[in-house]
């Protein structure tokens, strides 16, 4: 088979029929009459009693919730007169004269757009979901509430200094001026809904906490290893040392890039007036020793299901961030793209802003446009008028599992038990009684053995040490107290944060930094989760800094639980921000990140093991070398990457099946389709579909359809494995006993087969009319009623399937969950933007769904076209062409 097949290249500038939508008019909507009434029909068709109470809330209920965007709003106070444009997409830019005024109407808006979301993170971030939907919630609740988001942020609002407190005060006010004038339904269709298994529900006043216990959920959605660790100690049961290590190899040097190759030395010195300005009085170091009538479904994982209500941990979670110097650009200044990956979600985690002081200067420093969090003051990820800047998951080991030896109500500690912490947590259940659980902790934190399947199954049979060399505690050198010492073993849970810590005043650093050294001095309040951050500026610097706070270990690595009653396995601490990796105007003139490993093995510190393995990281580096080599660097370039779908380990496969043919006519057909294929994961392609299932039959061949399976989480991590198994036939992985497989060339046939077969049953016996898009469709779901188990009430709410292309491991990353049963996309580019320095007016972006949380609102799927498609709208930021592209233009005026 040629080499060609695979030399597409999708870093080329637009085609004419490929420009930006948003130069578009503005597509025709579908009347809100004729959308109630699809619904209101398949609600009706459910012929039952809730159905038709369902169909009288909607049309009685659905527009009662939707916003007033147009005409002047009196609220009670405002000092001065806010303007809120709105474009076509419902996108607010909100212009005031205090950066109190602004912050209060960025709250007011919110609540306009989004309250039932900002409601739901609350009741998820504080454990009280059981108040909202009854006792099926409970153990999600109790995990929750073990670990103490809420608890933790409580003590940081309490730490934030003045001026940073009063941003978060000002906004939650403005929260509160909507809901003081709205109630129930008039805030949002849920409530109706709510209402008719939980009639009690009254809406709490919104306060700096709620928002600032959302950043801990978006640190346990990025939270890097745990998986990973919890997977390796439950493997150490079944499998040796050896074989873990094959599963869990080395990151790939020699394959793929390190995103800092050479540190940075002489960088801007972090700004001091930032960090004073910003400062808290949250230490940073390590903690001191001392009746519903919806039929909600009970959790299985509480883990899993905590991140399924965050927006996922797993497959495809990450993102893509690069940076371009201007001596490469067309402009002459810096272009900078990025996409972070989290799970899907109806509405999108992201609400798109823009934050505008009338007057910029020191009494009003906002001047700043980007992608923010419904129910968190500021901007996340964006630009001001000075620099922009992006995130990426930075994957760094921030979290630990340790092995505790309990007694009672003591455990062991350097030979001795000392007294466990606890606490009493209640939780209010709708529709039940109170129930009250006891929370204990050791120095290390919280003990969660006993609230999940998997922590219980570790503390059932521990090993610790590292992923090369585990052992059960007695056989590891002496037990806890002894190896005869009483008790028994649970599992507690170290992560950075569960302190306290500084980021919700790195937020409004970010938005009003003007160079890289306010840039840097924002990046070291940044401590949770940790993070890439790239950076670019209208002086045509480009730079890279890892924040977060990141333990130095003592005996252990982290990749295996660690035994806890032996402090030579604490944290010692944390790496100083001074010696984090920095990269400033590199000679290469980018920067790429994709969660890959930050740099190679010389770094003094550890930072972790289960970093990205790289195949985005390398693939963005390809496509970003074969643009500058065809001349200057565009936005369409970087567009065009963002739209790439290679898929690295179908190209290898392809590779390999070329060398062999099978006697079965259809399954020869099939392997034929990657002759002609050019290895993107196109959502109209036959040989992407085939290579998809194929890969999907051959993992699960390898690795999970065994009598001790192996996970198949990380589908990157398995493209290495299995790279290294497709040069080594006499691997004894080749050989399964339980499918009566023996040999590489074997298992390669039946996997190819049962490809076939398998494509046969979900879309056709004919290969030309297979699809990848279909079978990798995405359907949009609401979190909370969109889960309900009842089928007209899920339909209110969620939409779709939407067939699209990418893949888990892919630039254009949709995640799929190999060995699942389904390739459905569960995580997706959450957004994508690309900021033009020389113009930002050029610069362009686009989320998932809309800017509207309400269902049947023009603006709460308005965007997932564009997505769909991988296009962009223009992103307009001079105030003059805001003005001029507004739809709606709302006066919020103080009330007399």
Same mark, same amino acid.
């Given at each position: ?35 109630? &009434? ?17 169909? &009288? ?101 309490? *730490? ?30 849920? @409530? ?60 790939? @040097? ?191 934190? !919280? ?5 999940? &399947?998997?922590?219980? *199954? ?70 949770? !989760? +940790? ?11 480009? &730079? ?24 030579? @396995? ?58 500058? *080599? ?56 036959? *040989? ?78 004919? !290969? ?40 888990? +491991? ?87």
């Amino acid at each position: 088979m040629s080499d060609t097949a695979y030399d597409h290249d999708p870093a080329t500038p637009a085609e004419p029929g490929d420009q930006i939508p948003g130069e578009k008019h503005a597509k025709p909507r579908r009347s809100l009459g004729r959308r109630i &009434g699809i619904i209101a029909f398949s609600v009706v068709a459910g012929l039952t009693a809730v159905a038709l109470v369902l169909a &009288g809330v909607v049309v009685f209920t659905i527009q009662r919730s939707f916003p007033q965007l147009d005409g002047t709003i009196a609220v009670a106070g405002l000092g001065d007169d806010v303007t809120v444009y709105r474009d076509v997409q419902g996108i607010p830019t909100i212009v005031a004269d205090s950066t109190h005024d602004l912050f209060y109407a960025q709250g007011y808006v919110h609540a306009q757009d989004r309250f039932w979301e900002m409601d739901f993170r609350r009741h998820v971030t504080s454990g009280r979901l059981s108040e909202l939907f009854g006792a099926s919630q409970l153990p999600t609740d109790e995990f929750l509430r073990t670990l103490g988001w809420r608890r933790v942020a409580e003590e940081e609002v309490a *730490a934030l200094d003045p001026v940073t407190r009063s941003y978060y005060d000002d906004y939650a006010e403005g929260v509160n001026a909507y809901l003081a004038d709205h109630q129930g339904a008039a805030v949002s269709l849920e @409530y109706a809904i709510l209402g008719l298994q939980n009639p009690g529900y009254e809406i709490e006043p919104w306060t700096a906490a709620d928002s600032v216990a959302w950043l801990k959920a978006m640190a346990w959605d990025l939270r890097s290893n745990v998986e990973e660790e919890t997977e390796r100690a439950l493997l150490a049961q079944t499998l040796t040392p050896a074989q873990i290590a094959e599963l869990y190899p080395a990151y790939p @040097y020699d394959l793929n890039p390190v995103i800092v190759p050479q540190l940075t030395t002489d960088a801007p010195a972090p700004s001091s007036a930032v960090t004073t300005s910003y400062r808290t009085d949250a230490g940073d170091a390590p903690a001191p020793e001392a009746s519903a009538s919806i039929a909600w479904t009970e959790v299985g994982s509480v883990v899993e299901a905590a991140s399924a209500l965050l927006g996922g941990v797993g497959e495809g979670i990450g993102s893509n961030s690069w940076v371009v110097s201007g001596s490469l650009t067309e402009s002459g200044l810096p272009l900078l793209s990025n996409d972070p990956h989290l799970g899907a979600a109806l509405p999108s985690v992201w609400h798109q802003v823009g934050l505008r002081c009338r007057t910029v200067g020191s009494a009003c420093p906002f001047d700043v446009a980007g992608f923010g969090f419904s129910g968190v003051p500021g901007v996340i990820i964006g630009h001001n008028a000075d620099i922009a800047w992006g995130f990426t998951n930075l994957t760094a080991d921030v979290t630990d599992l340790y092995i505790e030896k309990v007694d009672g109500d003591s455990y062991w500690r350097d030979g001795e038990l000392v007294p466990l912490q606890t606490r009493t947590e209640t939780f209010h259940v709708a529709g039940g009684d109170d129930v009250t659980i006891e929370v204990r902790s050791t120095v290390h934190g !919280p003990i969660v053995s006993g609230l999940t &399947g998997d922590f219980t *199954a570790i503390a059932d049979d521990p090993y610790v040490g590292s992923k090369d060399e585990a052992a059960r505690p007695d056989d590891a050198g002496g037990g806890a107290g002894g190896s005869d010492s009483s008790g028994e073993y649970a599992v507690s849970l170290r992560w950075t944060a569960l302190d306290a810590g500084s980021t919700a005043a790195a937020i409004f650093a970010l938005n009003t930094a003007h160079d890289f050294a306010d840039f840097r001095a924002a990046a070291s309040l940044f401590d949770v !989760p +940790a993070q890439n951050l790239i950076y670019a500026d209208t002086q045509g610097n480009i &730079g890279y800094q890892a924040p977060g706070k990141l333990p130095i270990r003592g005996a252990g690595d982290g990749t295996m639980p660690q035994p806890g009653w032996d402090p030579a @396995y604490d944290w010692t601490g944390y790496i100083p921000f001074e010696e984090l990796p920095v990269s400033y105007n590199p000679a290469s003139g980018y920067i790429v990140t994709a969660n890959n490993r930050l740099v190679d093995e010389t770094y003094p510190y550890f930072l972790g093991s289960d970093f990205d393995y790289g195949f985005r990281a390398a693939r963005i580096t390809d496509l970003l070398q074969r643009a500058i *080599a065809k001349g200057k660097v565009t936005a369409d370039d970087m567009a065009a990457i963002q739209r790439d779908q290679q898929f690295w380990m179908g190209k290898r496969l392809a590779g390999v099946y070329a060398d062999i043919t099978v006697d079965d006519a259809g399954v020869q057909r099939a392997l034929d389709l990657f002759d002609s294929w050019d290895a993107q994961n196109s959502p109209d392609s036959a *040989a992407a579909a085939y290579a998809n299932v194929l890969w999907d039959e051959l993992a699960q061949d390898l690795f999970s359809r065994r009598a001790d399976p192996a996970p198949l989480s990380d589908q990157a991590r398995l493209f290495v494995v299995v790279d290294d198994l497709l040069d080594d036939p006499a691997s004894p992985w080749w050989t399964n006993s339980q499918l009566d497989v023996a040999g590489q060339r074997a298992m390669l046939e039946r996997a190819a087969t049962d490809a076939y077969t398998r494509l046969v049953g979900l879309q056709s016996d004919n !290969p030309d009319a297979w699809n990848w898009g279909s079978l990798h469709a995405i359907t949009l779901t609401n979190s909370t009623f969109g889960e309900s188990g009842i089928a007209p009430i899920e339909a209110l709410f969620n939409r779709g399937p939407f067939a699209v292309g990418g893949g888990s +491991a892919v630039v254009d990353a949709t995640g799929w969950y190999v060995g699942s049963g389904s390739f459905a996309t569960q995580t997706v580019p959450s957004m994508r933007m690309t900021v033009d320095l020389s113009d930002f007016d050029a610069s362009r972006w686009n989320h998932l769904t809309g800017t509207s949380g309400h269902a049947f609102h023009p603006n709460y799927l308005d965007q997932v076209d564009d997505w769909q498609h991988l296009q962009h709208t223009r992103w307009l930021f001079t105030l003059d062409k805001v003005k001029d592209a507004a739809t709606d233009t709302l006066i919020l005026t103080p009330a007399s």
